[in-house]
């Protein structure tokens, strides 16, 4: 049997980052992107997952009752992701994800208008904090948001919803062109 190269390509790869007044819009390294499947009944154990990660350079973002995405910039070789799997082994099941989302980071004074457009999500600082993060829809489009600075966004997608959701997010911010 023959051996085949796997040559990976980003889902968002050259997108040219568009010039907007007063937000950014930029495709995120896909990196590492883990979902922990715990016991709800366990409560909040996100503290616990980076104490259990403190050398590792991840995020640790709520999903739902017993669900974590653990999110790296850097993709993990199979070693690295052997010994995170090892880790997160104790506090539930975990499934790699890395391949099959895509990370797009809206950032600036405008950002949240932006995403206002797209979401019923109550997008302010009181309401959804810096390090809060829900699972919604952007448009029609399911995604997962993080709030990462006060004037800063992060959104997760299902990799084949990359690209439609990146045209939504232009077509919302048009108006700050």
Not at 83 to 88: D, F, I, N, R, S
Not at 117 to 132: H, Y
């Amino acid at each position: 049997m023959r051996d085949f190269p796997l040559h990976y390509r980003s889902a968002l790869g050259g997108k040219p980052t568009p010039r907007r007044r007063g937000m950014t819009l930029r495709v995120l390294p896909e990196g590492c992107v883990l979902h922990i499947l715990g016991k709800a009944s366990d409560g909040d154990i996100s503290a616990a997952i980076r104490a259990a990660l403190s050398s590792q350079a991840h995020a640790v973002r709520f999903v739902a009752p017993g669900q974590w995405f653990v999110v790296g910039d850097r993709p993990l070789s199979t070693a690295d992701l052997s010994e995170v799997l090892a880790t997160l082994a104790p506090f539930g099941d975990v499934v790699e994800q890395s391949h099959g989302r895509a990370r797009i980071e809206i950032a600036g004074e405008n950002a949240t208008a932006v995403l206002a457009k797209g979401t019923a999500v109550d997008l302010s600082l009181t309401a959804f904090p810096i390090g809060n993060a829900t699972s919604t829809l952007v448009g029609h489009i399911n995604a997962h948001l993080t709030r990462t600075g006060a004037d800063a966004f992060e959104v997760l997608v299902l990799r084949s919803f990359a690209e439609s959701l990146w045209e939504q997010l232009e077509a919302m911010s048009a108006e700050f062109s």
